[in-house]
T-cell receptor, first 112, second 110 residues
Framework: KAGVTQTPRYLIKTRGQQVTLSCSPI?????VSWYQQTPGQGLQFLFE???????NKGNFPGRFSGRQFSNSRSEMNVSTLELGDSALYLC???????????FGPGTRLTVL | GQQLNQSPQSMFIQEGEDVSMNCTSS?????WLWYKQDPGEGPVLLIA?????ELTSNGRLTAQFGITRKDSFLNISASIPSDVGIYFC??????????FGGGTRVLVKP
């Protein structure tokens, strides 16, 4: 089976812009979670989608949003980008809740 | 909220040595996971633990789910150069939200 794929791998944006990141989970996995990784805050949970519904949400502002499509692919959107949004954004998929999650390679977002 | 304390923050290894790292939590988790992350890549799942007291091995790696459900450790036996990287513990309570430790950076002794 192919692993979790994320596109694009690298992205440079300027403050105030918005960005959309994409994640394709492992075939058959219905849960997709998003995480933000920064040197200062480490790995932090953004949200989880299961069967096109947001099931869990972390403590991030409303500028961070996501969605999941019927084929389980997911997108996350960040609006009105700030310098502090520069991070590695990781997507993880799993079959159901409560089992190990498998991560993609991440999208490195740089906000100038 | 939940916090995971992972230690040590960094360690130097010499080829052939055994290494240990652990995580402690202020709350209970239902699942403990251990990941390794190489530069520029996402974390790779090494071991998943689902029951308190469970001891699981994956090659030279051994991990245990603490009996109190608030801690876990990871051992690497007979370390080799490719063991270098950052190791993360993660606890999972209800749902699929993972709470991560701060990571243990494993480096090679000069």
């Amino acid at each position: 089976k192919a692993g979790v794929t994320q596109t694009p791998r690298y992205l440079i944006k300027t403050r105030g812009q918005q960005v959309t990141l994409s994640c394709s989970p492992i075939s058959g996995h219905r849960s997709v979670s998003w995480y933000q990784q920064t040197p200062g805050q480490g790995l932090q949970f953004l949200f989880e989608y299961f069967s096109e519904t947001q099931r869990n949400k972390g403590n991030f502002p409303g500028r961070f949003s996501g969605r999941q499509f019927s084929n389980s692919r997911s997108e996350m959107n960040v609006s009105t980008l700030e310098l502090g949004d520069s991070a590695l954004y990781l997507c993880a998929s799993s079959e159901t809740s409560g089992v190990g999650q498998f991560f993609g390679p991440g999208t490195r977002l740089t906000v100038l | 909220g939940q916090q995971l304390n992972q230690s040590p923050q960094s360690m130097f290894i010499q080829e052939g040595e055994d290494v240990s790292m652990n995580c402690t939590s202020s709350s209970i988790f239902n699942t403990w996971l251990w990941y390794k992350q190489d530069p520029g890549e996402g974390p790779v799942l090494l071991i998943a633990l689902y029951k308190a007291g469970e001891l699981t091995s994956n090659g030279r790696l051994t991990a245990q789910f603490g009996i109190t459900r608030k801690d876990s450790f990871l051992n690497i036996s007979a370390s080799i150069p490719s063991d270098v990287g950052i190791y993360f513990c993660a606890g999972q309570a209800a749902g699929n939200k993972l709470t991560f430790g701060g990571g243990t950076r494993v480096l090679v002794k000069p």
